[in-house]
């Protein structure tokens, strides 16, 4: 167990529907980090934050957005879903700390029917 | 980040040292070269880093060249729950920054 939770596990929609999916990070950890990996495309970067602010972006969709609150939990928005959209999404955090290892979360299986 | 190379797969008999290796030959002097590995399809999980010396931890020992140009990571008694794809990445520490995954090497544990 990593210590990041991740909600909800398994989630299925419909195309142009809009899902939210959730992460708590360890407890201490600033940074989130979120990744999606499909089956074509492997693990791929979509976004960071640290302590409430974005800090890096990849090659995440206009029809993605995230946020991180106060609690330093992070949601990630996906929006006018497409087929192509179905993948596992991980987040996973860390502190910054001296190691800045990132721990990864169980994931959420998404499935656009 | 440093490109890592890494074999598409690879077999190892349960109870024997599984050896996996990975080619990082552009690699910079900050960057450390981290494992990870994903059973199934369950989250990646971190297995070991380092820099230049030679780290072991409950999991794991990583083996770096003195050139730094290539690593082995090793599992000293693979069991069949160590089934999974490994990935290494090289990556500079501290920046916080992202994890770039490659394609890893897929390790078949076999009876």
Request: hydrophobic share 30%.
């Amino acid at each position: 167990d990593s210590g990041v939770t991740q909600t909800p596990k398994h989630l299925i929609t419909a195309t142009g529907q809009r899902v939210t999916l959730r992460c708590s990070p360890r407890s201490g950890d600033l940074s989130v980090y979120w990744y999606q990996q499909s089956l074509d495309q492997g693990l791929q970067f979509l976004i960071q934050y640290y302590n409430g602010e974005e800090r890096a972006k990849g090659n995440i969709l206009e029809r993605f957005s995230a946020q991180q609150f106060p609690d330093l939990h992070s949601e990630l928005n996906l929006s006018s879903l497409e087929l192509g959209d179905s993948a596992l999404y991980f987040c996973a955090s860390n502190s910054q700390g001296s190691t800045d290892t990132q721990y990864f979360g169980p994931g959420t299986r998404l499935t656009v029917l | 980040d440093a490109k890592t190379t890494q074999p598409p797969s690879m077999d190892c008999a349960e109870g024997r040292a599984a050896n996996l290796p990975c080619n990082h030959s552009t690699i910079s002097g900050n960057e450390y070269v981290y494992w990870y590995r994903q059973i199934h399809s369950q989250g990646p999980q971190y297995i070991i880093h380092g820099l230049k010396n030679n780290e072991t931890n409950e999991m794991a020992s990583l083996i770096i060249t003195e050139d730094r140009k290539s690593s082995t990571l090793i599992l000293p008694h693979a069991t069949l729950r160590d089934t999974a794809v490994y990935y290494c990445i090289v990556r500079v520490n501290n920046a916080g920054n992202m994890l770039t995954f490659g394609g890893g090497t897929r390790l078949m544990v076999k009876p």
